[in-house]
């Protein structure tokens, strides 16, 4: 049996891996999908009449529209909370005073575009990530232009 060296360095990290790879660009892409959803549910037409093929392929739209917007918002809420929990420390929040409110606002923007069909809280979002974008950047010493792909 190997003895364990007690004398080794412990690996340092400022999350719980030592990758050190963060970008908000993750949030804003997903959050993008979700305002996509949320676009395409509000402009999918009811079919008419008793016409079953219809009524089944707006049922399968609608579902597949649905079940892209939820996973979507997640998987932002969930980038953001990494960026929150584990990139930012006390010397950003002394910059950046608003930290916590705006993270803390923008994952319950996550839940309300999920709950609700809403362009209102999905361009609320699509804000904070902006946000956080420009103060993530900004502690990096970075100006990355924000972009949107739509």
């Known amino acids: 049996m190997s003895e364990i060296k007690r004398d080794l360095p412990i690996a340092q990290a400022h999350c719980d891996g030592p990758c050190g790879v963060y970008d908000p660009a993750s949030a804003r892409i997903a959050a993008e999908a979700a305002v996509s959803m949320t676009k395409k549910l509000l402009a999918l037409e009811h079919p008419e009449g008793h016409d079953a093929q219809a009524m089944a392929a707006y049922h399968n739209t609608m579902s597949r529209y649905i079940a892209i917007k939820e996973e979507q918002t997640h998987i932002c809420k969930s980038e953001l909370l990494v960026l929150w929990t584990d990139y930012f420390k006390p010397p950003h929040l002394a910059q950046y ?28 979002l699509m804000d904070a990530v902006k946000s956080i974008h420009e103060m993530f950047w900004a502690t990096k010493g970075r100006d990355v232009a924000w972009y949107t792909a739509g």
Do not use: I, M, N, R
């Open 97 to 124: 005073p608003e930290l916590h409110d705006t993270f803390w606002k923008a994952a319950k923007l996550c839940s309300a575009v999920k709950v609700e069909v809403s362009e209102q809280h999905c361009a609320e």
